[in-house]
């Protein structure tokens, strides 16, 4: 299924806040290409496909992993997943608790798609906890989905090391005082916290993963 390259509707209004409102996310924003955007890519299974497999490891790792799991299946959905045996998907490089996570997590798309349906309704925190209760997905996972499935424009992932290294970087702080000074700038980004995350993102690896 090819899915519409859309740019979220607050994205333009998103970067003229966050140019006014700091200087440092405005620099960023300026050095980078304009026609680059936040969008959906991907199925809400391949979506949590993607995450599941980038859970606490590095970006090269985990797409050397998924160009294995695509070699061999050609296109992921939740059927084909099911249907491959888990030795088979150990012997691509996916641990047996991943493969867990990821098959219950199809099961869930087959069986009760509702449950994805009803997170689009829901506020972020209310989404956040929801997901949660998936095995497998804590809030960092959560925060991906809500970020590049649902193009939400608040999320801001505290865990994700991406964003704490570049924000680090690029605010001159110390990684032991990136919680207390990321909560300040949060005050400044609201109500686009995604946005400026993306963009942070980005001055560290313009090629930045796409969940």
Not at 64 to 80: L, W
Not at 139 to 152: D, V
Not at 180 to 209: F, G, H, M, N
């Amino acid at each position: 299924m090819k899915l519409k390259d859309t740019k979220p509707h607050y994205w333009d209004e998103a970067k003229k806040y966050l140019k006014k409102s700091d200087s440092i996310i405005s620099k960023i924003i300026h050095v980078q290409k304009n026609d680059t955007y936040l969008t959906r890519k991907h199925t809400t299974f391949q979506t949590f496909f993607k995450i599941v497999i980038g859970q606490q490891i590095s970006i090269e790792a985990a797409s050397s992993i998924e160009r294995r799991i695509r070699k061999k299946i050609k296109s992921i959905s939740p059927k084909k997943l099911i249907n491959i045996a888990d030795r088979d998907l150990r012997e691509l490089g996916l641990s047996f608790r991943k493969i867990k996570y990821i098959k219950e997590i199809a099961e869930r798309c087959i069986n009760d798609s509702k449950f994805f349906l009803d997170i689009k309704l829901l506020s972020d925190s209310e989404a956040i906890k929801s997901l949660s209760s998936l095995y497998g997905i804590g809030p960092w996972s959560a925060e991906m989905f809500l970020i590049f499935q649902l193009n939400r424009q608040n999320i801001l992932p505290t865990g994700d090391v991406g964003l704490i290294n570049s924000f680090c970087k690029n605010y001159q702080i110390d990684k032991k005082d990136f919680l207390i000074e990321v909560s300040k700038q949060k005050q400044i980004w609201e109500p686009y916290c995604t946005v400026a995350t993306w963009y942070l993102w980005r001055d560290i690896d313009e090629d930045t993963v796409q969940y």
